[in-house]
């Protein structure tokens, strides 16, 4: 008999020797304000075309990952071949009539000499010949200038990174100056627009808490803009590995605009029974058990914390098993 009311003792002596006791005080928790945050490359910069014409080739499509120099469209302009053809005709000519000069300056340097023609008519003929020269000079540096237009028909990508946008097709006609492509690159970040009253709560370098793909993951309030746009405040968060398979996507963010004063209990202090929240307060009668409403859940050095709306009130100390 002793044996047995010992170890009923013992058996109801345990939960109160393993519980621990939490006195609780106001803690300062930070007020977070639910937001929608836009996913955007860093740097978008238009694939331009540098001559007119027709698009003859286009080698890439929307998501198609590129790298800065690479060839992504060719534009061909007719007209250049016709003016190349031109020149050729232009310096053919000129070379026939260098030959020409050529001889002429020959034989007037023999007749010099047996008096013929005299030494002004020789200098006369020698500068036919430099001028002749000269032209050519002149109609090759023009055939390259529009040789180099032809070759500037290729399209290149202006920076490594994914092309979002291809606003033209093979066979349409493109100015000059025209994209041909838009490129997404430099990494990817989020553009949040907070309303203007929040705007004195705002601190560069904040945690920003993101929900993408049911899973939070943190941000830091990296920029913050001077000029409010349509009644917002524009701000940039920079992310780790964050999802950009779609730009512009619009992402659930949470931004602390502010504190307020909270009781925080520990979850393992929490106990559920016929869908109601208990937490046991420790009296001077003893243990009893108040039905309370958790709040959020808070996370203190890696433990997380349930903050209590109603049911206690702070100098209670709260058994914890």
């Known amino acids: 008999m002793r044996i047995a009311v010992l170890a009923a003792a013992l058996a109801a ?11 609780l005080a106001p803690e300062t928790v930070p007020e977070w304000k639910a937001v929608y945050g836009r996913v955007e490359a860093r740097d978008l910069v238009p694939a331009r075309a540098r001559i007119g014409g ?11 990952t590129v790298e ?11 007209k250049i071949a016709f003016q190349i053809a031109a020149f050729d005709a232009q310096l053919r000519a000129l070379q026939a009539q260098l030959e020409k000069a050529e001889a002429e300056l020959s034989r007037g340097a023999s007749l010099v000499e047996r008096g013929v023609i005299t030494a002004q008519r020789l200098e006369q003929l020698r500068t036919d010949v430099e001028v002749t020269q000269n032209q050519i000079a002149a109609t090759e540096a023009q055939r390259s200038v529009v040789v180099q237009q032809g070759e500037e028909g290729a399209v290149l990508a202006p920076a490594s990174g994914r ?11 493109i100015m000059a100056g025209e994209p041909a492509a838009t490129i997404g ?10 309303p203007e009253r929040h705007a004195g ?9 993101i929900a993408a793909a049911g899973a939070q993951t943190q941000g830091r309030l990296a920029r913050i803009y001077p000029q409010i746009e349509n009644g917002r405040v524009v701000a940039d968060v920079e992310v780790d590995r964050l999802d950009h398979a779609f730009v512009d996507a619009r992402v659930p963010v949470e931004v602390p605009v502010g504190s307020r004063e909270a009781l925080l209990v520990p979850r393992a202090a ?20 108040r039905a309370v409403v958790p709040g959020e859940t808070v996370l203190r050095d890696g433990a997380a914390f349930v903050e209590i709306l109603t049911g206690l009130v702070a100098g209670e100390t709260v058994v914890v098993p």
């Open 68 to 78: 800065a120099g690479q060839r992504i469209a060719v534009v061909r302009d007719d």
């Open 270 to 289: 929490i106990s559920i029974r016929s869908g109601l929240d208990f937490v046991r307060v420790a009296t001077d009668a003893g243990e009893v058990e």
């Open 185 to 194: 690159g430099g990494g990817f970040f989020l553009r949040l627009a907070i």
């Open 163 to 173: 092309v979002l946008t291809v606003p033209v097709t093979r066979g349409a006609v």
């Open 13 to 23: 002596a345990a939960p109160a020797l393993a519980a621990e006791t939490l006195v």
């Open 54 to 64: 027709t698009v003859v080739e286009l080698l890439v499509s929307e998501g198609d």
């Open 201 to 209: 709560d705002l601190k560069e370098g904040a945690q920003i808490r």
